[in-house]
């Protein structure tokens, strides 16, 4: 059995610091139900102890049922409401927040209009999926390729799916501010200093089958089922989505809050009773940049600390020694053989 090292090499994610932070939760069922309070919790504590001024956006087209109060965070006097202003009204209530909801969908949904209400472009963007199909995921996909190429600022995607009883919480974005991330590689480094990186490949880079549609493995009696219908018939636990939520805050207050995320994904199983991270290593981002973009990624020769990413940045994880880096199988910039893919 091979021992893996991958967390003693970890990179925590640069956030740039930030007046503006754009937070939107995409569906208010199983999992982003319960996810919601966390949400409004964290806007309120960057609110609070770091001045900062955060939009919260919750977007869910769907209403609530009464079978949806056996899974998801529910009650029966909300019965017939839309999911998402529902939350928007009792967390934002709860927390003296100012909490926006979406009674749509999510190809509906302009990220700019957002900016126009805070009048500010330098804002960092995190979406949080929390649907359940593949083609709702590649509507989430869709909307942030049409914001990641145009001029914005730091954007990132956390992704909750999950099945019966097991699941995954994955993170891609990047950190540049109001770049084209396909034309930063020659201009922002991933490496900005010692410990910390600045990309992450989308969820669905990750993981491709994510867009699929998952229709095709569900028996005939689940195919025309919501995941209320299947919590029903125990196709989904009545316990995986509370885990969910409670894995995705970890990541998102490690993200804004204490700002040492050093994992992209994270994958859980309660039958197993177990949970396995992924972390964010030199050697993988090189790998995925090269695998995605299909070049190898030239650091900028300026080197040290870049400006934006000094203040308030954890240094739980200690001081990365590039030296202690292993590459031993990293090819050479001008070598053009394949990389391996790290498993």
């Keep these: 059995m091979k021992l893996n090292l991958d967390y003693l090499h970890a990179l925590s994610i640069a956030v740039p610091t930030a007046k503006t932070i754009n937070l939107v939760l995409v569906g208010c069922g199983g999992t982003g139900s319960w996810l919601s309070p966390t949400v409004v919790r964290v806007a309120r504590l960057l609110r609070e102890k770091f001045q900062t001024k955060v939009a919260v956006t919750f977007i869910d087209p769907d209403v609530v049922e009464p079978k949806n109060c056996y899974r998801q965070n529910f009650c029966e006097a909300e019965v017939g409401n839309n999911k998402a202003e529902t939350l928007a009204f009792r967390y934002g209530l709860a927390w003296g927040m ?133 919590a029903l018939l125990d196709s989904q636990g009545m316990a995986i989505n509370q885990n969910m939520a409670a894995q995705a805050s970890d990541f998102l207050i490690r993200l804004l809050v204490t700002r040492n995320l050093n994992r992209y994904a994270t994958y859980l199983d309660l039958a197993a009773g177990t949970t396995i991270s992924k972390y964010l290593t030199e050697k993988w981002l090189r790998s995925s940049w090269k695998k995605i973009e299909g070049s190898i990624w030239h650091e900028p020769a300026e080197k040290g600390v870049r400006k934006g990413y000094q203040n308030r940045v954890a240094n739980e994880n200690g001081v990365y020694e590039a030296e202690e880096f292993d590459e031993t199988e990293e090819e050479d910039p001008e070598d053009e053989e394949d990389i391996e893919d790290e498993e």
Excluded at 100 to 123: D, G, I, T, W
Aim: aromatic share 10%; with cysteine.
């Design 98 to 230: 100012e909490v926006a909801a979406y009674p749509h969908k999510v190809e509906e949904f302009n990220f700019l209009e957002v900016e126009r209400r805070y009048q500010s472009r330098a804002m960092v963007y995190v979406v949080i999926g929390c649907v359940d199909s593949g083609p709702a995921r590649g509507a989430i996909a869709k909307r942030l390729l049409d914001q990641e190429h145009g001029d914005t600022g730091p954007l990132f995607w956390l992704d909750c799916g999950n099945g019966k009883q097991s699941g995954q919480v994955m993170l891609g974005g990047f950190s540049y501010e109001r770049h084209l991330r396909h034309q930063t590689h020659d201009k922002k480094p991933m490496f900005p200093m010692p410990g910390y990186c600045t990309w992450s490949p989308w969820p669905h880079e990750q993981m491709p089958n994510l867009l699929e549609d998952t229709a095709a493995e569900k028996t005939p009696e689940e195919k025309n089922l919501s995941c209320a219908d299947l």
